[in-house]
């Protein structure tokens, strides 16, 4: 039994943890997209396969209206491509975070794990992130999200409507534990947070700009926001200590 | 539906894993510029605080509580209280609320 393998453990537990509050609010938010689907005529096994596969909500709402009117393939490779192009930046800001000891093949399988809310969470871990940590949200929050599509469609309109309403909300209060206590300790955090949310206010009552796609939205607002910011508060040189760490070959 | 359902999920299911993948893949050196990597730094907070607000507002039936649910969450994040319980007591609150409305 080598320390590395109890260090995995403790990663792989921590983040089946730390997933609980995101596997509520998914099992909330697929239950209603599998009613979603359900209204449109997908059946169970497929939407069940969907959200396996995909894990996206946003992208697994637009798709189930398009589907149902019968859109074409290209069209909705297109529309996914737009809707989640976010999790692009998201990977790239986990490459910087990512352990280096661990080799590529966990890139690939993490890769299925890169949603809004398991992203939040990992790059919220102090230091770099082992992969493991990763895999124990995905264990936890991948089946919650997939089950709740499945109940959704099977069920239907069981669960009392209040209930559902009131679990919409977890995944937000989950996102502002992760940004508020660094902006609480950092003015250009909390500064960038708070100009963040009016943007995104604003971008839904301006005329036509109000008409943007979601995603496209998280997309414009985080690159301009995020690069202005790069650009007059840069972040303090690292220390040259690391350097030389890591060249194993 | 004249299109195969399972087609459709596959065309999905491709294009988004290959958006997730390839920048972690291909981006395997820390990047040494200073501009991207404090972009970077600070992509995560910007994302999640604009996909937050004001989507958290109408994500339940009622836009009061939701906003009511929002300040409370803010509050006891601001406390450091854990992820668990500010997302639980967000959910509680909203609940509790829309019961009287």
């Known amino acids: 039994m080598s ?18 509050p995101i596997a509520l609010g998914y099992l909330a938010v697929a239950f209603t997209l599998g009613i979603a689907a359900r209204n449109a005529g997908v059946h169970a096994l497929p939407a069940t396969i969907m959200s396996l596969t995909n894990t996206t909500s946003a992208g697994e709402f637009a798709a189930i209206t398009a589907i149902a009117g019968g859109v074409g393939y290209a069209e909705l490779a297109l529309m996914q491509l737009v809707i989640n192009l976010r999790y692009m930046l998201m990977s790239c800001a986990l490459t910087q975070k990512l352990d280096p000891k661990f080799s590529i093949i966990h890139r690939f399988f993490i890769g ?3 949603t809004d809310e398991i992203f939040g969470i990992s790059v919220a871990r102090k230091g770099k992130l082992n992969p493991c940590y990763m895999y124990g949200a995905m264990s936890i929050a991948i089946p919650a999200w997939t089950i ?11 669960l009392p409507g209040g209930v559902v309403s009131a679990l919409s909300v977890a995944l937000y209060g989950m996102f502002l534990a992760i940004i508020i206590p660094p902006a609480r300790d950092n003015k250009v955090i909390r500064g960038l947070v708070i100009i963040a949310m009016a943007a995104s206010f604003l971008f839904t009552k301006i005329p036509v700009i109000k008409n943007i796609s979601s995603g496209m939205k998280v997309i414009i607002l985080t690159v301009v926001i995020s690069g202005v910011a790069a650009v007059l508060f840069p972040l303090p040189d690292e220390e040259k200590e690391e350097e030389e760490a890591n060249h194993e070959a | 539906m004249k ?7 596959l ?7 290959l958006i997730r993948v390839l920048p972690l893949t291909l981006i395997k050196k820390e990047i040494k510029n200073k501009t991207v990597r404090s972009f970077l730094f600070y992509v995560p907070y910007v994302t999640l605080a604009v996909m937050t607000f004001p989507a958290i507002l109408t994500a339940s039936n009622s836009m009061v ?25 967000s959910c509680a609150i909203v609940y509790i609320l829309e019961l009287f409305m």
């Open chain 1, 3 to 20: 320390g590395a393998e109890n260090i995995n453990r403790k990663n792989y537990c921590d983040g089946m943890r730390d997933a609980i």
């Open chain 1, 112 to 114: 299925f794990g890169v």
């Open chain 1, 148 to 158: 709740g599509t499945c109940l959704g469609v099977v069920l239907g309109n069981v």
């Open chain 2, 3 to 9: 299109h195969n359902i399972y087609l459709y999920i």
């Open chain 2, 11 to 17: 065309v999905m299911a491709a294009v988004t894993y």
């Open chain 2, 65 to 89: 509580a939701a906003g009511i649910g929002f300040v409370v969450a803010l509050i006891l994040a601001w406390r450091r209280t854990s992820m668990f319980v500010v997302s639980l007591v």
